[in-house]
């Protein structure tokens, strides 16, 4: 398994240069999620629009997986309906729990492929999907479906 | 049916002699069972080749030892019809059900010191003159906890008392088990005894009154087919090596409703969410339940038991004990001066057959036996007040596993005899 | 002078590949250690031709496993210059922290409950503003247990603090433990940073105002000679996986006095003197805290790890790691971008040592380091608030042990060397 | 290793007609001793004369072992002083801890020889001391040395 193939290219320039980093006012809810086994933490604020679309902002520390995959979660979700945040969260589960089988819909997951080789690496999984899962548990909390965590 | 001399090759021990050149009968399996070849070498092979910290590590062997460790939770997990996070692991049964009588005080305690309870656990609060229910055969270990709950926060022992021949009365349980009962503790096989208790029923009678309800199933999991989902408890705790697998490892499983709200017990690594100098927040079950580095090889050997176990077929094992136990509750009924302390018949009965001879102290029994190699075990099995409550000091147990054969039981049976022979009893 | 090439054939998982055709590279063993052949194969034969319930059995099965499990508890006992009866025997070094920590909770919730105390009882009981004694580098294990008794008991927490280098403050000990003092408990060498404390210093002054002295000895006992009688505390508390001893298994020690009057922890079978329906009384130390069928073999496996510890000779042991640190330490500092998160001399600190990448977070350092076979941990290593106090999220951090050779901190540092190239941070 | 070797005809007899047995009064002191292992009971009460010679009596129930060992203790004990009671007691001591190394010298034990064999077997050297340790305990007590247990 070559580093490469794990660190693509596109994960690296979003570590570099996150998208959306930064948490905004006004919000609805504030999440705060931490991976307990390396101490990586996301602060995550939302806010569902009238219209039903997702308004995200977020802040965080943590490795180049975390923070990468969190601002690819910034691009996707950002602006969308609940309905298809979920549904972009849940096929971005599906890939990282693949253990390298999948190599993900490029239609549907964008950038989001690039952490296809993450799947092979357990410890790292939790890394992926920490942004995600917070803004899974925000927006759950700002439509009132309960504490998604 | 069982290819015993087949399964016996499994097991090396069993083809040893003791004091010198007597061939070992080892009939003291509730007590510990043995163990194949295939759970040995599955720990020796996780230290050869997959060892290291799990959940920890960004390394490929943390990486593999984590995966040995969760495959292994699933697998036992599925051997007892649960899903993989109901199962935590512990050292022992012991440790299991002083981890759940501990929820019990743990909750007392900070509720009585005026600290904030988490969800879930206010249901773990004890009142003085709140009522505990445990039966009149309990191991130690499913009464002793119990006890030390009993001082720490003033509530009440309760028992579902026993008949003479060993079996509970439950007909009136509604009057045992009330309103007042928040805890109701039960074994579902008796080690002492070997009665296979009706723990449905028990469980109902438990439900209808929003009580907790607890299973001993240290000697049901290693001899019969046990769906943890079926029995009506919220929490059941067994052992490993009573179940052809190492030392060191015990099983609790709670549904995920019960672990949730239980409290946590031991704290430290592993079992976190964060940790500030002056407060905590904890994981979520099994992780919350399991502090500190876990018995990792020892999770692995169990994992080769429960695969040993059903690969032979759980009922397969309970039939083959069945017919063992039948035939040896007769053969000892025949021996003048023999008396079954516990169920005379197979029915609804394990496999460990305690038995009195008259004029002989179990001690003296156990030991003409051991020197003509037969293993019993003698005294109180851990169930002394059951030895009071049936009216004997002690008793001999023999008990019954998967490599046991009828040819054992007539040692047993001459070993007796002679026994009586020796001390001029018989 | 060890021979690290000899030595390495003793544990062969450190000839394994990782990744394919990657050799392995382990600079783990703050975690948890490799274990030699002859702790596998103890374990092994034990199982092969001993396995029986010890302390129980009128058996020759059950005596010599008996025999086994007490002559291990002698060796392991003398390996700390201690006396078998005051060796207590846990799964891991957290619940023997636990243990502790419970005896001070249980003696609380029984005195508050106005139930009877036993002899020396009440020297645990804790009243609200009663202080407890940390330091700022404690193992979440030697913390979060204090944090569950503080919530139980009204008492305090209080942290002797560490300097930006890691060392501890102990010049003002006497304005931090006082007469308040109840508890102090302290980690002998800091896991994190790899400090060695000054425990006879911090013990005097727990002693002069009377507190219980309790010492977190798991990264100690594997690295150094260590005789638990000179240390000056009332308990040790130390895990079997970090010495080459088996998963599964640790140890409490404590001095007769300290483990007579602590109240029971775990209750059950093996650990009572009598026992009725209503109320028991207890086995004197080490039985009583042993409740429940022990990890025989984990036990005659630690047994084995000392010995092959005790043949080396810890002071060898000791002054390898030293020279292995030393030249660690300065070949990490002289990387552009790397700082040590500790002390940066060897003196008076083990082999453990964590340390942070200017621009690069430690998961994607362990992350390249693994790909090159080169195993270390990264995270907070179970010292969270520690982590915090040193200003850093988390740290990559490289252990060396007994096997561990020269070779092995050059494969270190140029997998530090390539991560930075790779993340193009240097 | 013989069952006879152990089970000495002369255990037999102490085991088939025990000396002294059943309580008397009056006593200074009465101790109660298990074995927690298989619950051997024993009751003894003492009461040290103004001469300093030691009155027993005592009840119990147990193995042959433990019940013949009382009784070859009370053959011994009763009536010496509490000098020689407890050096009796340590002679006897030592010869259940010698694992079979020892034969006892008869001149001193008496009868308490016939159960060196018994020091083979761990598991019943504690139902062979019963007696003795529940007689060193209420001697102490009663002298005022201490809870001797
Ligand atoms: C300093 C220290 N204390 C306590 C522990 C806990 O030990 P264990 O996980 O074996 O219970 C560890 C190891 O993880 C440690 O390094
Ligand atoms: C019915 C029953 N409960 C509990 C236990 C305790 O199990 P362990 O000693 O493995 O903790 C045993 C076995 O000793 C048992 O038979």
Known sequence: ?149 | MLDVARIREDFPILSRKVHGDVPLVYLDSAATSQKPLSVIEAESNFYLNANAAIHRGAHALAEIATEHYESSRAAIAHFIGARPNEVVFVKNATEALNLIAYGFSNATAKFRNGSQLLAGEERFVLKPGDEIVLTEMEHHANLVPWQEVVLKTGAVLKFIPTTDDGRLVVDNLADIITERTKVVSVVHQSNLLGTLNPVQLIGAQAKAVGAWFILDACQSVPHMSVDVTTLGADFVAFSGHKMCGPTGIGVLWGSSEALDALPVFLTGGSMIETVYFDHSTYAKAPAKFEAGTPMSAQIVGLAAAVKYLSDLGMDAIAEHEHRLTAAALSALQQIDGVRIVGPTEALNRGSAISFVVDSLHPHDVGHVLDSRGVAVRVGHHCAWPTCRRMNVPATTRASFYLYNDESEIEHLVSGILAAQKFFGVA
Chains 1, 4 share one sequence.
């Open chain 1, 1 to 149: 398994m070559s580093l490469e193939s794990m660190y693509q290219e596109i994960i690296l320039e979003h570590y570099k240069s996150p998208q959306g980093k930064g948490l905004r006012e006004p919000f609805a809810v504030e999440v705060h999620h931490v991976n307990p086994t390396c101490g990586d933490e996301i602060t995550l604020r939302v806010h569902t629009a009238a219209d039903g679309t997702i308004d995200l902002s977020y802040d965080g520390q943590g490795c180049s997986i975390s923070q990468a995959s969190a601002s690819v979660m910034f691009e996707l979700v950002q602006g969308k309906s609940v309905d298809d945040g979920f549904a972009l969260e849940a096929e971005f589960l599906e890939l990282m729990q693949s253990k390298g089988e999948k190599s993900g819909d490029e239609d549907v997951l964008g950038d989001a492929v690039a952490f296809a080789g993450v799947s092979k690496f357990p410890a790292r999984v939790k890394c992926a999907l920490l942004g995600w899962m917070a803004m899974k548990d925000a927006v759950s909390q700002n439509i009132g479906v309960g504490n998604g965590r």
